[in-house]
């Protein structure tokens, strides 16, 4: 498997592992794994983390890559309310939300954060695709400010550099209903 073969097998910026036995089904799963170090090693391909790797000199989103690291996510908190414009501060990892454990990922490029929110909270989001085809999910606005409220366990807002105005109201208050007094105090009580 050479790196012309690999590209050849693989239209995304992106593989996984367990795609190459079913692309190389005569190679040895060994051998793959030399070949994929030897590439890695060469700097023609990046291994963000166990089992996933992107082709060096590729464009893919941070947000999408976000979605590829830790499966069952979507991105939120400070990186949505930067993205929308909420926020004014460039967030220095990306940040999003999860059902499964809480956790951290340093990779070559950038780290990534994942909060875990209970699974009547894991909605709100909307699927976006980045320039190079990939998919990534995202809360809308007013998800990502509740969010931040919740795990970040802010009871007021008025200390925070957020400009709220703008968000629909009606589902703000509609998202709202599923999470705790406190965070709907934090929003509406100012």
């Given at each position: 498997m050479t790196l012309k073969e690999l590209k050849a097998a693989i239209?995304?910026?992106?593989?996984?592992w367990y795609q190459l036995g079913r692309l190389f089904p005569d190679e040895k799963p060994q051998s793959m794994k030399v070949q994929l170090a030897r590439l890695a090693k060469k700097g023609e391909i990046v291994r963000i983390k166990k089992g996933l790797y992107i082709f060096v000199g590729v464009d893919i989103?941070?947000?999408s890559l976000?979605?590829?690291i830790y499966r069952h996510s979507y991105v939120s908190l400070e990186t949505a309310l930067n993205f929308y414009g909420l926020m004014p501060d460039i967030p220095?990892?990306?940040t999003a939300i999860t059902t499964k454990a809480s956790r951290k990922f340093t990779t070559a490029q950038g780290v990534f954060t994942y909060s875990m929110v209970e699974k009547n909270l894991f909605f709100g989001y909307e699927r976006h695709t980045d320039s190079s085809g990939a998919n990534y999910d995202i809360a809308?606005?007013?998800k990502a400010l509740l969010d931040w409220l919740y795990i970040r366990?802010?009871?007021r807002m008025a200390a925070y550099r957020i400009e709220v105005n703008g968000l629909?109201?009606?589902k703000l208050q509609r998202f709202s209903k599923l999470f705790p007094d406190w965070v709907k105090k934090?929003?509406?009580h100012e």
């Open positions: 239209r995304t910026p992106y593989f996984f989103d941070q947000l976000s979605s590829l220095i990892q990306v809308a606005a007013e366990r802010i009871s629909d109201q009606e934090a929003i509406f």
